[in-house]
C-alpha cells in the first residue's frame, strides 16, 4: 500500500480550449487512514486522472460511503469527474493539485502555512467570475455579448486567481457577512464573525473564535478570542520581498485603524489608528517604570504588550498590558 498525503473526488470547469478553470471537490481528504488509502490506490492513478461513473461508484462502496453522500451526489450530477491523489506535499503542478489544497486550507484539514503552494501563481487561471460560473478573460467579452443578445445581464463579480471561499466551502460556526472578501484557501475555525470590511486571504485564517473587521493578509493566523477592528490590518508577505511569517497569538485586539507588521504573543493590544512595523521606535515602560528604547522588532512574539501613542509627545510606547481581550461570547457562540 502507498501512503498518500491529499484526495480529492470533484468535478472541474473549462475553458473553450479544455484548460481548466477551476475545481470543486466537496470532501477532500487528507493523510487518509490505511484502509482508505488502500481503496484509493486501487481505483484511482496518482496524479490527476478522469474518473468515470462506474469507478466513483467502486470507490465509494468499498469505503462504506465515508464521503457523506458528497461521491453520489458528484455521480448523479452527471459532470464529468476527476480525481487527484497526491502522495507527497511538494510544489503545484497543475491547476487541479492548486484547487485541492485551497479546499485543504477551507475544509480546516490543513493549517496555512503548512502546505507547500510554491509555484500556486503559476497554474491558477486568471478568471473572470461571473453570475453563470467562472469564464476565461479571453472568452468574456463573447459570453457578455451572446448574454445580452439572449435579454440576461452576465453579472462580473471579480477577474482574479481566487475565488470566493463560500462558492466552494462554507465551514460549520462561522458568520460572514461579505462573502467577496474571502478567498477560496482562507481558514476560519468554528466561532468565527467576518464583518464588513474584514478580510481573509489564501493560505490566513483565524483559528476562533474570533471578531475580523480588519484584513488578514497572507500567511497571517490569529489566535483564539483574538478581536480585529474595523478596517485595521495585518502585514503579509507576498509584497515588499517579507519573510517574516505574522501571527497573532490569543486575547489580543487591533484596534480600529491600526496595525502590527510584526508578530504578537497572547493578550496584546495595539491602540486605535497605530501601525507598529519591524523598525518603529517604541519606548519600553516595565512595572517598576525604567524606560528603555528599542525597535519594535525586539519586543516580536512578546506577551502582554499594550502599544499607544503618547499624547503629549507622539512618542510610541509599550507598557505591561494586564487586561486579556474578552469576545462578546454571544456573537459567536450561536453561528
Not at 135 to 159: K, M, Y
Not at 238 to 243: F, N, V
Not at 250 to 261: F, S, V, Y
Request: with cysteine.
Amino acid at each position: 500500500m502507498t501512503d498518500i498525503f491529499a484526495f480529492a473526488l470533484g468535478t472541474t470547469r473549462s475553458d473553450a480550449t479544455g484548460a481548466p478553470l477551476d475545481c470543486f471537490f466537496p470532501a477532500p481528504l487528507m493523510r487518509p487512514s490505511a484502509e482508505v488509502a488502500a481503496a484509493i490506490t486501487a481505483h484511482f492513478k496518482p496524479g490527476v486522472t478522469s474518473v468515470s461513473c462506474e469507478t466513483a461508484q467502486a470507490y465509494d462502496a468499498a469505503t462504506g460511503g465515508t464521503a457523506n453522500g458528497a461521491t453520489r451526489a458528484l455521480i448523479e450530477a452527471d459532470s464529468a469527474l476527476i480525481a487527484v491523489v497526491l502522495l507527497v506535499d511538494s510544489a503545484i503542478t497543475s491547476t487541479q493539485e492548486a484547487y485541492l489544497k485551497l479546499h485543504l486550507l477551507s475544509h480546516r484539514l490543513a493549517l496555512p502555512n503548512t502546505l507547500n503552494l510554491e509555484d500556486i501563481f503559476a497554474h491558477l487561471p486568471n478568471v473572470a467570475w461571473t453570475s453563470e460560473g467562472p469564464r476565461h478573460i479571453r472568452e468574456i467579452a463573447a459570453a457578455q455579448l451572446a448574454a445580452r443578445q439572449a435579454g440576461r445581464n452576465l453579472e462580473v463579480f471579480s477577474v482574479d486567481k481566487f475565488p470566493k471561499m463560500t462558492n466552494y466551502v462554507i465551514p460549520s460556526g462561522v458568520r460572514i457577512a461579505d462573502a467577496s472578501r474571502i478567498r477560496l484557501g482562507a481558514f476560519l475555525g468554528d466561532g468565527t464573525t467576518v464583518m464588513h470590511e474584514g478580510l481573509i486571504n489564501f493560505n490566513a485564517g483565524a483559528l476562533g473564535p474570533n471578531m475580523v473587521e480588519g484584513r488578514i493578509s497572507q500567511g497571517v493566523i490569529i489566535g483564539a478570542h483574538t478581536d480585529l477592528g474595523g478596517s485595521s490590518s495585518t502585514m503579509g508577505t507576498l509584497s515588499g520581498g517579507g519573510s517574516i511569517i505574522l501571527s497573532i497569538g490569543e486575547h489580543c485586539l487591533i484596534g480600529a485603524n491600526a496595525g502590527t507588521g510584526i508578530p504578537l504573543g497572547d493578550r496584546c493590544t495595539i491602540e486605535a489608528g497605530l501601525y507598529i512595523t519591524a523598525g518603529t521606535p517604541v519606548s519600553q515602560l516595565d512595572e517598576f517604570g525604567r524606560v528603555t528604547w528599542l525597535k519594535a522588532r525586539e519586543l516580536a512574539g512578546a506577551d502582554d504588550l499594550l502599544f499607544i501613542r503618547n499624547g503629549r509627545t507622539g512618542q510610541i510606547e509599550c507598557r505591561p498590558n494586564r487586561k486579556a481581550i474578552e469576545l462578546n461570547t454571544q456573537l459567536h457562540k450561536h453561528n
